[in-house]
């Protein structure tokens, strides 16, 4: 296993504890690793993460939303949305990583930690958000070509 998926799975488990108590996200973070052994690369990415996705939670949720059209984020499962949040995070600011390999992550990790059917979930509001993102990005540029 390479060292972003187990940063990746790392970020779930810490995120899935957030879920419960997000009064202290540090705290949380640093007894997490007190029972765990990774590298400091690893450790790293997934502190990235886990950072960047409690300051761009309005917005990862709002995106996540928009391509979801019959489930709130409310009512989805919590490794599932935790799964889509920690990607629609790297879609949008990990720049050395292809989104087809975000993307893919994120599945094989909802089949690990969730099931088959929240891989197929994961997969097609992934794709979507992917495409979502990609067209903004275009309009973005296109309107700062004056």
């Not at 799964?83 to 995070?89: E, G, K």
């Amino acid at each position: 296993m390479g060292k972003r998926r187990k940063a990746r799975e790392s970020t779930l488990q810490i995120l899935f504890q957030l879920e419960f108590d997000d009064s202290q996200p540090e705290k949380i973070i640093e007894q997490y690793w007190q029972h765990r052994k990774a590298t400091e690369e690893i450790r790293q990415y997934t502190d990235w993460l886990v950072k960047g996705i409690i300051s761009h939670k309005k917005d990862i949720d709002r995106i996540i939303q928009s391509v979801s059209e019959h489930w709130r984020i409310s009512r989805m499962a919590v490794v599932d949305r935790n799964i889509l949040r920690m990607a629609v995070f790297e879609l949008l600011f990990e720049q050395n990583v292809a989104a087809a390999i975000v993307i893919n992550e994120a599945i094989e990790i909802a089949k690990k930690y969730s099931n088959e059917q929240a891989a197929t979930f994961v997969n097609g509001l992934l794709d979507a958000a992917r495409k979502k993102l990609a067209s903004e990005r275009k309009t973005d540029k296109e309107g700062t070509d004056d």
